[in-house]
């Protein structure tokens, strides 16, 4: 079954503290990998779409890269509004739908 | 900005009753999503329709969970009877897919918080 895995569960980061947050998944054929932030009592919000390896994509302090296996979004110098759920989402080849991560906690400390 | 709607926000129930959930997709979209969210399984996907058609439900109980798209402007998720494990956070998302690629991400809705009791 594929399967979309994140690490780590929570990370916790001194303000200016850069750091990269992983997301895994098996290898049977990548169509798409979303990136989402989620704060607390809403909806995830679009960030990134990656679709083959190689690519790169920034926004702000945030970098998101991709590989055959997994994808790492980068946090530089980060600032306490940066503090929310990262959420990793995954199109495998031959299927429409889109299979989350479980995400991981990001707290930034002043 | 184009914005998914779900209503109500909160939903506070009894065990047995009947809970229907409703989302507004972005106009245009022809692909509508709803998934559930606990803190032990994260985001789960329940079902999937595109142009309204249902094309996968197999993440949802059958015997209790119903999602229906009876215009392109309304989605609705019902669960009959409902139970305290149903207790989670239930979100809609919307996109347009073309081709088998998504033309544009997915957009959530912020969610209808259940509570079974």
């Known amino acids: 079954e594929d399967q979309v895995t994140q690490s780590p569960e929570a990370l916790r980061l001194q303000e200016g503290e850069s750091s990269s947050l992983n997301c895994s998944y098996t290898?049977?054929?990548?169509?798409?990998l979303f990136w989402y932030r989620q704060d607390p009592g809403k909806g995830p919000e679009f960030l990134f779409t990656?679709?083959?390896a190689g690519e790169e994509k920034e926004k702000e302090r945030l970098k998101a890269t991709l590989t055959k296996k997994e994808s790492f979004l980068h946090i530089t110098a980060p600032k306490p509004e940066d503090s929310a759920t990262y959420l990793c989402?995954?199109?495998?080849?031959?299927?429409?739908?889109?299979?989350f991560g479980t995400g991981t906690k990001l707290q930034v400390i002043p | 900005d184009a914005r998914v709607t779900q209503t109500p926000r909160h939903k506070v129930t009894e065990m047995g009753q009947e809970v229907t959930m409703r989302c507004q997709p972005i106009?245009?979209?022809?692909?509508v999503f709803w998934y559930r969210q606990t803190m032990m399984q994260g985001l789960e996907l329940l079902a999937y329709?595109?142009?309204?058609?249902?094309?996968?439900d197999s993440g949802m109980p059958k015997d209790r969970f119903s999602a229906e798209m009876p215009d392109a402007t309304l989605a609705t998720l019902k669960i009959q009877p409902s139970e305290p494990r149903d207790s989670a956070v239930y979100f809609c998302?919307?996109?347009?897919?073309?081709?088998?690629?998504?033309?544009?991400?997915?957009?959530f809705g912020n969610g209808t918080r259940l509570t079974v009791t």
């Open positions: 998302a919307s996109g347009l897919v073309t081709g088998g690629l998504y033309n544009s991400p997915l957009h």
């Open positions: 290898v049977s054929g990548l169509r798409g």
């Open positions: 990656l679709y083959s």
């Open positions: 989402a995954v199109q495998f080849r031959g299927y429409q739908k889109v299979t």
């Open positions: 106009l245009g979209h022809n692909t």
């Open positions: 329709f595109r142009n309204r058609a249902p094309l996968d």
